[in-house]
């Protein structure tokens, strides 16, 4: 029911939705955060919304894993230009093949990198593809470890 009510939220909504899971710390600082980059409109508006908080960042991540990796030129280069033009720091990196769905390689290297927020794009895809052939928004509504910020 979690899961749907958080749905309901990013499609009916507005604004973006930040969803802490419940093995959350009890204290919210966003020193490290790191950015889902895809390249598509609701990655786009989520990173938009979250610039107040990437604003407290120490270190911003962009990354981008899998088919995001396969746009022409510089992966995340237009986002890292973007973000240097608010004062803001960035290192990019993409994942080009990590061997496991996306959604689990942005967990792990959250947990690897001590990051504390998330910001990702919510449903690139359609909800019926979403539904029948999983995806990353699903994925890590159902397994997220870190807060995650995400916006439709």
């Given at each position: 029911?979690?899961?749907?009510?958080?749905?309901?939220?990013?499609?009916?909504?507005?604004?973006?939705?930040?969803?802490?899971?419940?093995?959350?710390?009890?204290?919210?600082?966003?020193?490290?955060?790191?950015?889902?980059?895809?390249?598509?409109?609701?990655?786009?508006?989520?990173?938009?919304?979250?610039?107040?908080?990437?604003?407290?960042?120490?270190?911003?991540?962009?990354m981008m894993?899998?088919?995001?990796t396969d746009?022409?030129?510089?992966?995340?280069?237009?986002?890292?230009?973007?973000?240097?033009?608010?004062?803001?720091?960035?290192?990019?990196?993409?994942?080009?093949?990590?061997?496991?769905?996306?959604?689990?390689?942005?967990?792990?290297?959250?947990?690897?990198?001590?990051?504390?927020?998330?910001?990702?794009?919510?449903?690139?895809?359609?909800?019926?593809?979403?539904?029948?052939?999983?995806?990353?928004?699903?994925?890590?509504?159902?397994?997220?470890?870190?807060?995650?910020?995400?916006?439709?």
């Amino acid at each position: 029911m979690r899961t749907d009510i958080i749905e309901a939220v990013l499609f009916e909504g507005c604004a973006p939705v930040l969803v802490v899971p419940t093995i959350a710390k009890p204290v919210f600082s966003p020193k490290t955060i790191m950015v889902a980059w895809d390249g598509s409109r609701p990655a786009a508006r989520a990173v938009h919304a979250a610039l107040p908080i990437l604003a407290l960042a120490e270190r911003i991540e962009i990354m981008m894993v899998g088919a995001a990796t396969d746009v022409p030129g510089e992966p995340g280069a237009d986002l890292a230009t973007w973000l240097a033009r608010h004062d803001l720091k960035v290192n990019i990196e993409a994942i080009h093949n990590p061997g496991i769905d996306v959604s689990n390689a942005l967990l792990n290297i959250a947990s690897d990198r001590g990051v504390d927020l998330l910001v990702m794009g919510a449903y690139g895809h359609s909800r019926v593809r979403e539904f029948l052939l999983g995806g990353a928004t699903r994925d890590i509504l159902a397994t997220m470890t870190v807060p995650t910020l995400m916006l439709h």
